[in-house]
């Protein structure tokens, strides 16, 4: 959807600053972050009809599953838990706990992290490397949306299945 209407308004610094801070860390606009605050509040609240154009190959579907993250260099006991919030084929959307050891501060293959997470009805673990996409921090947690990389032919199998 071409963006065609510009906008302005008052705010204060304390707001300005935070924005500009979101926009650093994301390597965003700060129109971008205004935007996707705004697209996520309508769609929370569902107050617009979808307008909005989805960009994914594949929608998401709303889960609520314990995991567990950590860089894919740590022995599996010093990951953090984590819960996935929504997942698809091509992605998943993470929340970790504020204050964990898990930092994203960048978006490049370093910043690739390992998500360990079961699927109802499954025999063992799903294991996946993930890209973050993009990090929203809050006093509570921090949301993630992230990408699969290369999931392997069995675990992707499984996910087909669940998702289907």
Not at 77 to 87: L, N, P, S, T
């Amino acid at each position: 959807m071409e963006k065609d209407t510009p906008i302005c308004f008052e705010t204060t610094s304390n707001i300005r600053n935070a924005l500009e801070e979101i926009a650093e860390k994301g390597k965003r606009s700060v129109s971008s972050v205004v935007e996707s605050i705004v697209s996520q509040y309508l769609h929370d609240h569902k107050t617009v009809k979808r307008e909005v154009e989805n960009r994914r190959r594949s929608e998401r579907k709303p889960v609520h599953f314990h995991a567990f993250i950590g860089d894919p260099r740590w022995q599996r006991r010093d990951f953090v838990a984590a819960e996935i919030q929504d997942i698809s084929f091509g992605g998943i959307r993470v929340s970790i706990p504020a204050g964990t050891r898990v930092k994203i501060d960048n978006y490049g293959e370093e910043a690739n992290f390992t998500v360990i997470f079961s699927l109802p009805d499954t025999l063992w673990p799903i294991h996946m490397e993930c890209r973050p996409k993009w990090v929203a921090d809050s006093e509570e947690a921090v949301q993630m949306g992230a990408a699969l990389v290369n999931p392997d032919l069995s675990a992707y199998q499984v996910l087909q299945k669940y998702l289907a």
